[in-house]
């Protein structure tokens, strides 16, 4: 029985590991550029992202930054960086940060964004419509027993962005089909 169980999560952390490490990259994804950081280490890139945002936020011309997003790649912890236009809205920003994560590490699955109140997001996981249907959701991959706390984790971390200097969200809620998710 333990083998089994351990054989299945083997093949979990696999599959998790590989849809990572998913080939498709978005065009806010900074991770080839000669310019661009790619650090392994957390503390190092939150340092680093810390003073991108200071310096972009002192050079009034560069309306762009780039915010930290960590994604698993081979086993580690790799922090990429996506562009985001300062004057764009809360809820553009978040979109942008989700859409990267989907393609990072979901597979591309859909996800949607809401801004309430001044600090709080609504995320919403979509499956795909059947006409679109895909080997891979939500559900099955993503948030059932052995994946559903690496999920939460990878979207809500990602999301609530603590060296960012600017008006950010503080709180999170994910949703699967209009149901809060919740970890057992």
């Known amino acids: 029985m333990k083998k089994i169980a351990m054989t299945l999560f083997l093949i979990a952390t696999t ?23 790619i ?10 992202s810390e003073n991108m945002i200071k310096s972009s936020e002192t050079i009034k011309k560069h309306t762009v930054i780039e915010m930290p997003i960590s994604v698993m790649s081979n086993d580690t912890t790799v922090t990429k960086y ?15 940060i989700i859409n990267s994560i989907s393609q990072e590490c979901f597979n ?9 109140g001044k600090n709080t997001a609504k995320i919403n996981l979509v499956e795909y419509k059947d006409s ?8 099955d991959d993503y948030l059932n027993d052995s994946t559903k706390e690496y999920t939460i984790n990878t979207i809500v971390k990602n999301i609530i962005q603590d ?21 057992d």
């Open 132 to 139: 679109q249907k895909s080997r891979v959701s939500w559900k």
């Open 163 to 183: 060296n960012y200097n600017g008006d950010w969200i503080e709180k999170v809620q994910l949703y699967y089909k209009d149901e809060l998710i919740q970890i």
């Open 15 to 37: 599959l998790l590991a590989t849809s990572c490490a998913n080939d498709k990259q978005s065009s806010n994804i900074i991770d080839e550029k000669p310019s661009s950081i």
């Open 82 to 96: 996506v562009k985001v236009d300062i004057n764009s809205s809360l809820e553009e920003k978040l979109n942008i």
């Open 108 to 116: 591309g699955l859909p996800m949607n964004v809401t801004v309430f």
């Open 39 to 48: 650090v392994n280490s957390d503390k190092k890139a939150l340092n680093i």
